[in-house]
């Protein structure tokens, strides 16, 4: 069965933005968890075991669990232009130091997140002094001179980056999504440069495409037709990164397995980013009603998380067998707790889409993934 392209999804994930940031708890008032394995070591011979986080998070218990469980090390906002970017030549690097010095004291890799998006960038960043949208050239002259500012500043410490991330339509006869202000200033060519400028820079990182949706056949097809053509003009891209926000509802592991097979046959290594199973699946369709069904609070009861246990071995199994072409795994987020799900799409809604509960306790998923 072939899930419904998400369009809501893709017009909320633009607006979402800092809203979501700012309601977390404390990070020190709960619990380690005493589990025997752990994911990076059950992992470690296949792919890397990431997480997303900020560093204001990275402190007690909620820091000893990252050490415990992961090798690699997202940040969820704080290397985004939107956390970065000053003015030309103006940088608030403070969070992002903060948070590459923890990965880098405690041996974990850093994945940055992410350099062009349309989202999560400031206005002025697409704006002249006076406030006047730029033109390609200018906007380009803009871009060489942050990535150049941005990928030096962390040389040696990031190992890969979404260079460009979220740049395709969910559907309509354009491939690109053409509201975003880079589509609008340059057209699609600002992909190219992107990874062209990344590449000349820094030749030593990884570069990484990342959209969401990539398990759905038709943006699979979509990000294919895309990647092809850079691809065959010889654009320096290394991977994929597929976001893996899936719910247990819609997931499914032989979508997940075409779309590795997909991207491998293009050459490009499969990175999985920005994975949580919701346990929430949205209804896409006309009826409000329903769709406001699909919304409501949910309990978390042993049969539902049974069935996300189940989903998230079926993905699992399928991420083993590609290890190889799968070079990294990432959650995002360390805990139900501090998911960005307790506050999308509906701000308070809690949701429980990760291996583990609010107190850093492994849940059946876990044992789920690390049994085999
Ligand atoms: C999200 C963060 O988790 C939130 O804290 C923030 O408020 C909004 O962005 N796709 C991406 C990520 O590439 O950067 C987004 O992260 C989730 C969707």
Redesign the pocket.
């Known amino acids: 069965m072939n899930p419904p392209i998400p369009l809501f999804f893709a017009f909320s ?1 633009a607006l ?6 700012a309601s977390v708890n404390r990070a020190d008032d709960f619990s380690s968890d005493e589990s025997e394995t752990t994911l990076k070591a059950r992992y470690e011979s296949m792919f890397k075991i990431g997480v ?1 986080a900020s560093p204001f998070l990275l402190k007690g218990p909620l820091a000893d669990h990252v050490k415990r469980q992961f090798n690699s090390l997202t940040p ?2 704080c290397m ?1 232009p939107e956390a970065l970017y000053r003015g030309d030549g103006n940088y608030n690097f403070r969070e992002a130091d903060e948070l590459v010095n923890f990965a880098q004291a405690n041996g974990l890799a850093v994945r940055g ?2 350099l062009v ?1 349309h ?2 960038t400031p206005r002025q960043f697409f704006c002249d002094e006076q406030g006047k949208q730029l033109g390609k050239d200018a906007l380009y002259n803009r871009l060489e001179k942050y990535m150049t500012d941005v990928l030096t500043h962390f040389k040696g410490k990031v190992y890969c980056w ?1 260079v460009v ?2 740049a395709l339509a969910d559907g309509g006869p354009i491939l690109y999504r053409t509201e975003s202000p880079w589509y609008k200033i340059c057209g699609k060519e600002y992909i190219a440069e992107a990874f062209r400028l990344a590449h000349k820079i820094d030749p030593d990182i990884k570069l990484f495409y ?1 959209d ?1 949706n990539l398990i759905n056949p038709v943006k699979r097809d979509r990000a294919v037709a895309m990647l092809k053509e850079l691809k065959d003009a010889n654009v320096p891209i290394d991977g994929v990164g597929m ?1 893996a ?1 899936w719910d247990i509802g819609s997931f499914n592991p032989q979508e997940l397995q075409n779309s590795i097979d997909a991207f491998a046959a293009l050459g490009l290594e499969v990175h999985i ?2 994975l949580d199973m919701s346990v929430y699946s949205l209804y896409h369709g006309p009826d409000n009603e329903k769709r406001n069904q699909s919304m409501a609070q949910k309990t978390y009861t042993p049969e539902l998380a049974s069935l996300q246990a189940e989903k998230y071995a079926e993905a699992f199994a399928v991420l083993r067998r590609n290890a190889g072409k799968v070079t990294g795994v990432t959650f ?2 360390a805990s139900d707790r501090f998911t ?1 799900l307790n ?2 799409p509906r701000p308070g809604r809690k949701d429980y889409p990760l291996l583990f509960d609010d107190d850093n306790q492994p849940k059946k998923a876990f044992y789920r993934v690390i049994e085999f």
């Open positions: 994930l979402v933005g800092c809203l979501v940031t997303a969820e906002n985004k997140h992410t998006w989202s999560q979404d991330n979220e990342n969401y976001q926000h980013t920005e995002w987020g960005w506050h999308f």
